[in-house]
C-alpha cells in the first residue's frame, strides 16, 4: 500500500521559510511524478507544484511561482517543497500527491498523504 507522509508544516511569520517533506513507502517513487496541492477551509485544493519522475521537469502555480521550489531526492524516496517569502495567503493544509504524470490537475494524483498545516502570521 503507498503511503504518503508530510512533514515540516508550522507556524512562521510573514516573509519567512519553511521546507516541506515528504516520504513516500516503497521501491518505486522514481517512476512516478509527485505534486503539491493546498487547502483551506470552504475551497478546493489548488494546485502548487509538480515535479516530473527524474525531477527535471517543475511546474508552479501563478500564485507561487519564484517563491516556492519543489524538489526530489529519488535515492531517498522523498519530494519537498521549499517555501520563501510566505505571505498570509499561504496558510492552508498542504498536500503531497503521487501521478503517473506531472500534473495540476487533482484528478490525475491517485494516492495522497494526510497533510501538513502552514500558518503565516502577518
Known amino acids: 500500500q503507498v503511503q504518503l507522509v508530510e512533514s515540516g508544516g508550522g507556524l512562521v511569520q510573514a516573509g519567512g521559510s519553511l521546507r516541506l517533506s515528504c516520504a513516500a513507502n516503497?521501491?518505486?517513487?522514481?517512476?512516478?511524478?509527485m505534486g503539491w496541492f493546498r487547502q483551506t477551509a470552504g475551497k478546493e485544493r489548488e494546485f502548487v507544484a509538480t515535479?516530473?519522475?527524474?525531477?527535471?521537469?517543475?511546474d508552479y502555480a501563478d500564485s507561487v511561482k519564484g517563491r516556492f521550489t519543489i524538489s526530489r531526492d529519488n535515492a531517498k524516496n522523498t519530494v519537498y517543497l521549499q517555501m520563501n517569502s510566505l505571505k498570509p495567503d499561504d496558510t492552508a493544509v498542504y498536500y503531497c500527491?503521487?501521478?503517473?504524470?506531472?500534473?495540476?490537475?487533482?484528478?490525475?494524483?491517485?494516492?495522497w498523504g494526510q497533510g501538513t498545516q502552514v500558518t503565516v502570521s502577518s
Open positions: 515535479i516530473n519522475r527524474s525531477g527535471t521537469a517543475t
Open positions: 500527491a503521487r501521478s503517473d504524470l506531472a500534473s495540476r490537475s487533482v484528478r490525475d494524483y491517485q494516492y
Open positions: 516503497g521501491r518505486t517513487f522514481s517512476s512516478y511524478a
